[in-house]
Nanobody
């Protein structure tokens, strides 16, 4: 199995940027597709972005397309989410998830956007 630890969350003004990191340990990281999800209070967890095992394919929710970029460095066992032009609707706890035959989750990192 794999263990995931997110970091990089914090408070940022609307229009600002943050970069989230998801560091993995355990089983070989390259076997996993990795995604970012977010959950705001009172809402269900929703998909944000995903990246394939080698990083050749990326997918985004319409709400973040053009503003967020997912990438991975398999040598560092880390996936990143670069978030630009943050909006008041982006605050949430952001989770990364690694999927192969099973799905694993990190503990999440809080993103807050001030207007």
């Amino acid at each position: 199995q794999v263990q995931l630890v997110e970091s990089g969350g914090g408070l940022v003004q609307a229009g600002g940027s943050l970069r989230l990191s998801c560091a993995a340990s355990g089983r070989t990281f390259t076997v996993y597709h990795v995604g970012w999800f977010r959950q705001a209070p009172g809402n269900e967890r929703e998909f944000v972005a995903a990246i394939s095992q080698a990083g050749g394919f990326t997918y985004y929710a319409d709400s973040v397309k053009g503003r967020f970029t997912i990438s991975r460095d398999n040598a560092k066992n880390t996936v990143y989410l670069q978030m630009n032009s943050l909006k008041p609707e982006d605050p949430a706890v952001y989770y990364c998830s690694a999927t192969n035959y099973q799905q694993y989750w990190g503990q999440g990192t809080q993103v807050t956007v001030s207007s």
